[in-house]
């Protein structure tokens, strides 16, 4: 599985629930509650990440990796910004 696939897919998701705010969904649960609370959650997992990424324990990185990209995710869609203009960012810097 191609992570472009699955983060693609997930961006779909998170759209999908930003628009149906279904009951029981996560995601639409943050986006009721803004965008303060959505970033707030990125720095969270983000210094999250950084710890267990330290701690050299592998599966515990791989997981708060995860965490981190959704909510990243979330805040990406939150303002509006696609992955192809993420893509394109990092294209432009190669060199
Ligand atoms: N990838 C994820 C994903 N990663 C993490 N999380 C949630 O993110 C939360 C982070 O948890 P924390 O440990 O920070 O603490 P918490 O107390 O549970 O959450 P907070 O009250 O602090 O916000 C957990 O509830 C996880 O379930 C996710 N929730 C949803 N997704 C994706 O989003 C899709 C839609 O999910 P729903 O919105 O729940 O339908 C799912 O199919 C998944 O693909």
Do not use: C, W
Request: proline share 1%.
């Amino acid at each position: 599985m191609r992570i472009g696939d699955v983060l693609e897919e997930l961006y779909r998701t998170v759209e999908e629930r930003k628009r149906e705010l279904p009951e029981g969904s996560y995601t639409a649960s943050l986006f009721k509650r803004g965008e303060d609370r959505i970033l707030q959650k990125v720095g969270e997992e983000a210094v999250e990440t950084i710890l267990a990424l330290k701690s050299g324990r592998r599966e515990d990185a791989v997981y708060e990796v995860s965490d981190l990209l959704y909510h990243l995710t979330v805040a990406l869609v939150n303002s509006g910004i696609s992955l192809e203009e993420i893509a394109e960012e990092l294209n432009r810097r190669k060199k």
